[in-house]
């Protein structure tokens, strides 16, 4: 039975404003629409405010009755949360299976002087896998946190060992992402359907209706231009923006022998903190453009930082920085040598490889587009034909560099204690990962696979996507491949030398 060290608790009773703020949007909203009226407020604002009131009566209530029935303990060997209303419910996680706890703070929580205090555990399974403590006040977190994270023996922070500090310069990163274009597109469709919410006819404002008549004045061959420059820019500025709020004031560093700590973020602040012995490996990411520039970015592979999505968010160890930078962090996040992934050679794939890649491009990217503009062709206008034809030749020859360049970055080796992998053309990810920390192997193949000879091994393992692939390995080397990475999974289902194959039937 666990020894009580510390008396039940009760979250910040500020939390329940904190509950209120999703009264922002539909009060802005109707702030809008008020605005767009000269002033005056139309019968359905007056239906929505109405029904506002009675929403903010409800969930305060439900919000203030779910308060009262929370509650926290802190033992000397577990952390322990009661919740829930008409079904109560109690978490405890003893103190030994803590492994990263994260505090995070939106701009309504910093304004309360509140934190969100979230525990992972070394569950994998989504929510079982972590407790989550919405909100206690700042120094009750940093108390929480250090408890929790006791058994990790940490040392006072003069005697961090810092691997990254944000420099302003690596702001040129920002850009070099496909999302400066589809972050402008999200953001075009938000603000439309908030403004046709609050009844706006956006294409009946005179500003739009004056702007799209210059547009059609003017010839083709220069709007288009001047519109992809005008969305590359908004793009860029908000890329800046976006970087600028997730990583102010980054610093990552080994806080103590055994936890690595990462702080960043301006209006939402986040300080997470992971476990060494959690660490599985850390992910170079290396986006296209981000490469053509010679940048990349690092993540860590860490159990307990929750599902798929989440483990990208909560393990990022680096922004997109410059490349040296990056191998600096990662070398130092594994503690191993600086140039662990540049002085190893990485085994190449079959050449079968490149032609699945080049198949798949054709097949996917090439065909369908070409097929379709001749089919428009043939109803509507010849000028489609000439489309077809030139975007048939444009696009293979596309997609045979970016074949070529897939190729080249297949690869994998054994080196010391970790396995390395790369692979990706749009996004070439480079994985060093702790070959103890494999946990299982799946062999998988299609049927153009099984006609050239290559197999896909996957390597589960209880941190960051659960799943990491060797793509396109020669199958004659992928039983062996598995073998010498982590001894002792595969041999079990191995048939002993020399015992005659049993024939089907």
């Given amino acids: 039975m666990s020894r009580h060290a510390d008396a039940w608790r009760r979250p910040a009773a500020r939390t329940l404003l904190v509950h209120c703020g999703w009264l922002a949007p539909p009060l802005g909203s109707l702030a809008l629409a008020v605005l767009a009226t000269g002033g005056r407020i139309p019968p359905g604002a007056l239906i929505t405010l109405a029904a506002l009131a009675v929403s903010f009566a409800v969930v305060t209530a439900a919000g203030l009755i779910r308060w009262s029935r929370t509650r926290y303990r802190l033992t000397t060997d577990a952390f322990a949360l009661r919740s829930g209303v008409f079904s109560r419910r109690q978490r405890t996680v003893p103190l030994p299976r803590v492994r990263n706890v994260d505090l995070t703070a939106t701009p309504l929580h910093r304004l309360l002087g509140l934190t969100v205090v979230r525990a992972g555990t070394t569950a994998t399974d989504g929510e079982l896998g972590e407790i989550t403590l919405n909100a206690v006040t700042v120094r009750e977190a940093h108390r929480l946190k250090t408890a929790l994270l006791a058994r990790a023996g940490a040392r006072a922070a003069s005697d961090d060992v810092v691997l990254g500090r944000l420099d302003w310069r690596w702001l040129r990163y920002a850009p070099l992402t496909f999302w400066v274009f589809g972050g402008v597109g999200v953001a075009a469709g938000t603000a439309y359907r908030i403004l046709d919410g609050i009844g706006v006819d956006l294409w009946r404002v005179t500003l739009v209706q004056d702007a799209v008549a210059e547009l059609g004045d003017r010839a083709l061959w220069l709007t ?73 970015s690092v993540t860590a592979v860490a159990g307990g930082l929750g599902d798929e999505e989440e483990s990208h968010a909560r393990g990022a160890l680096l922004p997109p920085a410059p490349r040296p930078e990056a191998l600096r962090v990662l070398a130092g996040a ?172």
């Fill in 224 to 296: 288009v231009p001047a519109a992809v420059v005008a969305v590359t820019a908004l793009g860029s500025l908000g890329a800046l923006a976006v970087y600028a709020e997730n990583w102010w004031g980054y610093r990552a560093a080994w806080t103590g022998p055994g936890t690595l700590t990462v702080r960043r973020g301006l209006l939402t602040t986040r300080s997470i903190t992971i476990e060494r012995s959690r660490l599985h490996g850390v992910l170079l990411r290396e986006p296209l453009l981000l490469r053509a520039a010679g940048g990349a």
């Fill in 334 to 505: 594994l503690r191993a040598p600086s140039d662990l992934l540049d002085s190893v050679p990485l085994v190449p794939h079959p050449r079968a490889a490149l032609r699945r890649r080049a198949m798949r491009g054709l097949w996917f990217a090439v065909l369908p587009a070409t097929l379709a503009l001749l089919a428009l062709g043939a109803s509507l206008t010849p000028a489609l034909l000439h489309a077809a034809w030139i975007h048939a030749l444009v696009a293979t020859a596309a997609t045979a560099l970016l074949a070529r360049d897939a190729h080249r970055s297949l690869g994998h080796a054994l080196h010391g204690s970790h396995l390395l992998v790369r692979a990706g053309t749009f996004s070439r990810d480079t994985l060093a990962l702790e070959r103890s920390g494999i946990i299982a192997w799946t062999f998988s193949t299609s049927p153009f696979g099984r006609r050239h000879g290559l197999v896909t091994l996957t390597a589960a393992v209880a941190a960051g996507e659960h799943g990491y692939h060797i793509r396109d390995v020669a199958a004659g080397d992928a039983v062996a491949l598995a073998m010498a990475a982590r001894p002792g999974i595969v041999e079990d289902f191995l048939e002993p030398p020399g015992r005659p194959e049993r024939s089907p039937g």
